[in-house]
């Protein structure tokens, strides 16, 4: 089955009544916990920007908490499992603000977790990548908002 573009999608979805949009809605939410979340991000939580970093937040420091540091391999994994998590997140937002402030919270945790990241090249990269990542959403960030978000750029460097 061949999928129809978003355009002309967009000019299904107006000739719909609200309860068939409803409906669609719910059946979409049902079948992948993806549609769920963001339908939950869209209606709940897409309003108040702050609540929802630290929502985030708080599910990373959940995630850190599982983080097995006996070997750098299961270290690694659980990291690439944070930044999976955290990345669906961001994507839900689309605002460079809650990038940043995700990125720069997973890099402090990293710093605090005690896991020695240039122990390995693996999670050097890792690391720096998210550094990467960072200074790009930060390019496009009005100035103001970009010396503050610098110096806490600075400081996980």
Known sequence: MKSASLNELKKELQMLSPKQLQDLCIQLAKY??????????????????????????????????????????????????????????????????????????????????????????VLENLYEQQLKKIRKALSTLHEDLKYDYQRELEEIE
């Open 32 to 121: 992948k916990k993806d549609n769920k979340e963001l339908l939950t991000f869209l209606l709940f939580e897409a309003n108040d920007e702050p609540a929802y970093i630290q929502n985030i937040k708080e599910e990373v420091d959940e995630l850190f908490t599982q983080v097995n540091r006996s070997s750098v391999y299961l270290a690694k994994k659980t990291l690439r499992k944070i930044i999976r998590t955290a990345g669906k997140y961001i994507r839900y937002s689309g605002s460079k603000t809650v990038e940043i402030e995700v990125l720069v919270y997973f890099c402090q945790k990293v710093k605090q977790s005690g896991i020695s990241i240039h122990s390995s090249t």
